[in-house]
């Protein structure tokens, strides 16, 4: 199984064909978008596509999408309250079993009141799938944290974000990666690299945002996680590049 992850910037309906091909080009089985903002851009790409998908709105102006080569079995959205701004849980059919996905968006900002409130929602989401049935379950997203020892080139951020993390002087808080870890997800990406890995942003990489994080039955089938920069059309779909894993299945 192909999952791909990808911020699409708001997936307005002028950068369509630029978006269908970065995905086109993954060949993904599954796609994780998230400021998937315009409903019909979506509908749109599932359907070239051919796939299922499930699009909701999350609990600002930033909404997110889950699309699937396979029959998406549940779809529910959380994004009330320490959970935001949103997250889509999935359940997907394969051909030998069934696997839950949240596809989720936290809040942005590096300063430490949206550090800490993005350890509250990962707090709540550990909470939710502790109540669900035990099945293979990946964490995937814009988590908009940083994981232990990563770096952000910090110098290299627009100005305004360095006046900002000038305020916290240019400290970075690991609170949000650093619970899911404790509790035994894999980071699939540093699992695999050492390199940075940034996803953010095009043409400018500082920082890297997204995330696929696995349990420990997806962890141990783990075969490859890259991200996608590969594809011309990468440089006008989104100010976020596409983070690609794949499972044995």
């Given at each position: 199984?192909?999952?791909?992850?990808?911020?699409?910037?708001?997936?307005d309906?002028?950068?369509?064909?630029?978006i269908y091909?970065?995905?086109?080009?993954a060949?993904?089985?599954?796609?994780?978008?998230?400021?998937?903002?315009?409903e019909?851009?979506?509908?749109?790409?599932?359907?070239?596509l051919e796939?299922h998908?499930?699009?909701?709105?999350?609990?600002?102006?930033?909404?997110?999408?889950?699309?699937?080569?396979?029959?998406?079995?549940?779809?529910?959205?959380?994004?009330?309250p320490p959970?935001?701004?949103a997250?889509?849980?999935?359940?997907?059919?394969?051909?030998?079993?069934?696997?839950?996905?949240?596809?989720?968006?936290?809040?942005?900002?590096l300063?430490?009141?949206?550090?800490?409130?993005?350890?509250?929602?990962?707090?709540?989401?550990?909470?939710?799938?502790?109540?669900?049935?035990?099945?293979?379950t990946?964490?995937?997203?814009?988590?908009?944290?940083i994981?232990?020892?990563?770096?952000?080139?910090?110098?290299?951020?627009?100005?305004?974000?360095r006046?900002?993390m000038a305020?916290?002087?240019?400290?970075i808080?690991?609170f949000?990666?650093s619970?899911l870890l404790?509790?035994?997800?894999t980071?699939?990406y540093?699992y695999?690299?050492d390199?940075?890995?940034?996803?953010?942003?095009?043409g400018?990489?500082?920082?890297?945002?997204?995330?696929?994080?696995?349990n420990?039955?997806?962890?141990?089938?783990l075969r490859s996680?890259c991200?996608?920069?590969?594809?011309e059309a990468?440089?006008?779909?989104?100010?976020?590049?596409p983070?690609m894993?794949?499972?044995?299945?």
């Amino acid at each position: 199984m192909r999952l791909l992850v990808y911020n699409i910037n708001g997936g307005d309906a002028d950068r369509i064909e630029s978006i269908y091909n970065v995905l086109t080009h993954a060949r993904a089985d599954v796609i994780a978008l998230t400021e998937a903002n315009d409903e019909d851009v979506i509908k749109e790409i599932a359907a070239r596509l051919e796939f299922h998908f499930s699009w909701e709105r999350g609990s600002g102006d930033r909404h997110v999408a889950t699309l699937s080569r396979y029959p998406i079995i549940v779809s529910h959205i959380h994004r009330t309250p320490p959970l935001t701004q949103a997250a889509l849980e999935t359940v997907l059919q394969l051909p030998t079993e069934r696997i839950r996905i949240f596809n989720v968006h936290l809040l942005p900002y590096l300063l430490l009141p949206f550090e800490i409130r993005r350890w509250q929602a990962i707090g709540k989401l550990l909470e939710i799938i502790r109540s669900r049935e035990v099945m293979p379950t990946l964490i995937v997203g814009d988590l908009n944290a940083i994981a232990p020892k990563d770096r952000v080139l910090q110098h290299l951020n627009p100005p305004r974000m360095r006046r900002v993390m000038a305020l916290q002087f240019n400290i970075i808080f690991h609170f949000a990666i650093s619970r899911l870890l404790k509790v035994g997800y894999t980071d699939c990406y540093r699992y695999l690299h050492d390199d940075d890995g940034f996803t953010w942003m095009t043409g400018n990489r500082t920082t890297r945002y997204d995330y696929v994080m696995a349990n420990n039955t997806m962890a141990s089938r783990l075969r490859s996680c890259c991200v996608v920069d590969d594809v011309e059309a990468i440089n006008n779909a989104s100010d976020h590049l596409p983070l690609m894993a794949e499972f044995e299945t």
